[in-house]
């Protein structure tokens, strides 16, 4: 287990979030909910305060702080994505009830939360030893919302 392990801020989401992320990707679960034992600004009694869970093999903490604070893309989480279906089952879901697409890959959830949809074939296409092939690639990417897998593979190759 890691040491470190992000810790997401809510304004009374957090198990609602937590429990989201993990219906997306295997090996992912609710570790553990912790509720407030008094009033406080964080909620009421009785209320959820922190949610520890599992995504995809890393631990996370959801806080249900109070005041709501605003994600940037200084922070965001990568997904390495094996296929298009994945990339296509992922950027649906977490666009879905207001998420936001975003360019080359990048989206913002429902709660805020930036992700980067990544198919695992992006570095050969980008880090490829044709260089003239990665420049295509990238260009394209550039132009990309969800990246799109035969689109990156088609530009490096020249099609």
Same mark, same amino acid.
């Given at each position: 287990?890691?040491?470190i392990?992000?810790?997401?801020?809510?304004?009374?989401?957090?198990?609602?979030?937590?429990?989201?992320?993990?219906?997306?990707?295997?090996?992912?679960?609710i570790?553990?909910?912790?509720?407030?034992?008094?009033?406080?600004?964080?909620g009421?009694?009785?209320?959820?305060?922190?949610?520890?869970?599992t995504?995809?093999?890393?631990?996370f903490?959801?806080?249900?702080?109070?005041?709501?604070f605003?994600?940037?893309? %200084?922070?965001?989480?990568?997904?390495?994505?094996?296929?298009? %279906?994945?990339?296509?089952r992922?950027?649906?879901?977490?666009c %879905?009830?207001?998420?936001?697409?975003?360019?080359?890959g990048?989206?913002?959830?429902?709660?805020?939360?930036?992700?980067?949809?990544?198919?695992?074939?992006?570095?050969?296409y980008?880090g490829?030893?044709?260089?003239?092939? %990665?420049?295509?690639?990238l260009?394209?990417?550039?132009?990309?919302?969800?990246?799109?897998?035969?689109?990156?593979?088609?530009?490096?190759?020249?099609?």
């Amino acid at each position: 287990m890691s040491k470190i392990s992000p810790c997401l801020w809510f304004d009374g989401e957090a198990e609602e979030a937590a429990s989201f992320y993990v219906s997306l990707l295997p090996n992912s679960k609710i570790e553990t909910i912790q509720k407030n034992m008094a009033d406080s600004p964080a909620g009421k009694a009785g209320t959820v305060l922190v949610v520890e869970f599992t995504l995809a093999g890393q631990r996370f903490m959801a806080l249900n702080g109070g005041t709501r604070f605003e994600y940037t893309h %200084a922070v965001s989480f990568k997904i390495d994505c094996e296929d298009q %279906a994945e990339v296509d089952r992922l950027w649906e879901a977490l666009c %879905a009830n207001g998420g936001q697409a975003e360019r080359c890959g990048w989206l913002r959830d429902r709660y805020g939360v930036f992700w980067q949809i990544v198919p695992t074939a992006l570095p050969k296409y980008l880090g490829g030893p044709d260089r003239e092939g %990665a420049k295509r690639a990238l260009q394209a990417m550039l132009g990309m919302v969800k990246l799109d897998i035969e689109g990156l593979r088609r530009a490096y190759e020249g099609g």
